[in-house]
């Protein structure tokens, strides 16, 4: 049991770096027609929501806390504590729909992005406020519509592909587990 | 299991707690952030600092509205007072006020007394009604002045309007006056005079009081209702041209009343208050009446030489 947390967490935090690696330098590499769009997506964002799916509330938010100090020290920290405080409300909202709404499919994925989305665009746009620091979509209500609608369609379209290669990943880590739970029993 | 075990597996069962917690710990991250604008302030000083100068402003205004609202209290409280005052006060000037009606209703009373008379130079002592003989209804009224103050028996008593009665009964410090209603009155046989018509006769008390009859007239004749009846002095008590009353015969004239000349008292005798004992004596008036007589007789004389 013990073993199998620690695989779970061992592939969350991975799954983290990932996330952080697309972030940072991927965005770099890809042409700028198209990181225009994928800039808008928040990668550790999606990955706390997938982990918030997965009905496994305490992991959630303590990968949204982990999600969130890693944000904080790419950014250089100009804003601590703010991604960290929207990714834990967004794996607890996330984990609240998918424990109300128990099916997991496509819809339920998709709402749970964008509400996650919009919990997190709004909060750190609020902070943005708070803090006086300048961002494009602050300047109006025009930009500021706009930069929802492409957050979270771009989150919608993101998270179609991350969760398929996500899903492909904790499948093969549980049947990974379980064929290593069943040659323990077997030795034993 | 171990005691993390236990708290997960209580966290899992609700993550609320979890949930706050993290909350908690993000928003005092986030505190130690420093705005753009201002370095020199964290956010949660300038997050703070808003609540608490609104809760100062708060604080201060409530602060004013307490004042505001003990001070009219204070006010209030104050009203109070100075209304209970005021009551008291205006009791008091009612009562005052009433005293004062009084003394103006006797001073009136006395300006009447003094100024609408005619008593032909009598010196008068002035004297209040302050009983009335409960025996005989409204036959007799006591004053407050007696011998020391230089009343004596038989001396005429008038009021502002007209003829009292006399005094039958002097002491000291009180006598008691006989009025002209008394039955017993008209054993003083007051002879009158009708002016104009010269009728002499008696007046005397009637029975039903409040009225007086003229009887022994030296013409026997019916009086008309509104003729005036003064005294006429040839009885040696009363002096010559004291208002008696006026003539009220019955509108009814049957059998009874035929013959009765009924007069009603000038002077309001039902409700007596101040009076005038007039300083005269019996031969005073006796001789006053003989010189007026005389003097008539000798005016008549010419009159009758001159036609």
């Known amino acids: 049991m013990e073993k199998e ?31 225009q769009w994928t800039g808008q997506v928040d990668w550790l964002l999606l990955v706390t929501v997938y982990i918030g799916l997965r009905r496994d509330p305490v992991r959630a938010m303590l990968t949204g806390v982990v999600a969130g100090l890693l944000y904080d020290s790419m950014t250089g920290a100009s804003m601590a504590g703010v991604s960290g405080l929207s990714y834990v409300l ?27 989305t919009l919990i997190n665009t709004s909060l750190r746009l609020i902070f943005y406020a708070i803090l006086k620091l300048s961002f494009p979509a602050l300047a109006g209500g025009q930009r500021l519509a706009a930069f929802f609608i492409f957050a979270i369609l771009a989150h919608l379209i993101a998270s179609t592909l991350l969760y398929i290669i996500l899903d492909r990943v904790y499948h093969r880590a549980d049947n990974m587990q379980r064929r290593r739970d069943g040659a323990r029993r077997r030795r034993l | 299991m171990s005691i993390t075990d236990k708290a997960k597996e209580r966290a899992k ?27 020199d302030l964290r ?18 205004g409530g602060r004013s509205m307490v004042a505001g609202l003990w001070q009219r209290y204070i006010d209030l409280r104050g009203v109070s007072e100075e209304n209970r005052q005021l009551k008291t006060d205006l009791v008091r000037i009612d009562s005052e006020m009433v005293r004062l009606r009084e003394k103006l209703a006797e001073y009136r009373n006395l300006q009447n007394l003094l100024e609408t008379t005619n008593y032909d130079g009598y010196q008068r002592i002035t004297a ?39 005094v039958i009964l002097v002491t000291t410090l009180s006598s008691r006056v006989l009025l002209i209603t008394d039955e017993r009155h008209g054993s003083g046989a007051l002879i009158t005079k009708v002016p104009g018509v010269d009728h002499y006769g008696v007046i005397r008390g009637i029975r039903d009081n409040f009225y007086c009859e003229m009887d022994f007239l030296t013409t026997p004749v019916l009086l008309e209702n509104g003729q005036t009846v003064v005294t006429s002095g040839q009885d040696g008590l009363y002096p010559r041209g004291l208002l008696v009353g006026r003539v009220a015969n019955p509108v009814d004239k049957s059998a009874s009343t035929q013959q009765r000349n009924v007069i009603a ?10 009076v005038s004992v007039l300083q005269v004596t019996g031969d005073q008036i006796r001789a006053a009446a003989k010189l007026v007589e005389a003097e008539e007789k000798r005016q008549e004389a010419e009159a009758a030489s001159k036609k």
């Not at chain 2, 956010?43 to 201060?60: A, E, K, W, Y």
């Not at chain 2, 230089?150 to 009665?165: E, F, S």
Request: proline share 4%.
């Open chain 2, 13 to 39: 069962k609700n993550p609320n707690l979890l949930f706050g917690f993290l909350i908690i710990f993000h928003l005092i991250l986030i505190s130690f952030n420093r705005s753009s604008d201002r370095p």
């Open chain 1, 90 to 116: 967004a794996a607890y909202v996330t984990h609240s729909i998918a424990v109300l709404i128990i099916v997991d499919n496509l819809l339920v994925r998709f709402i749970a992005v964008t509400v996650s």
């Open chain 2, 265 to 274: 008292p000038a002077a309001a005798l039902d409700r007596l208050d101040l």
């Open chain 1, 5 to 35: 947390n620690s695989w779970k967490t061992l592939v969350i935090f991975v799954s983290l770096l990932g996330a952080v690696f697309v972030q940072t330098t991927l965005i770099r590499i890809i042409p700028e027609s198209i990181g």
């Open chain 2, 43 to 60: 956010i949660i000083q300038r997050v703070v600092f808003i609540p608490v100068t609104l809760l100062g402003s708060g604080v201060s």
């Open chain 2, 128 to 166: 209040r009604v302050v009983s009335r003989d409960v025996n005989h209804l409204f036959g007799t009224v006591i004053i407050d002045k007696g011998s020391f103050h230089g009343i004596q028996k038989d001396q005429p008593v008038v009021d502002a309007t007209g003829l009292v009665g006399r």
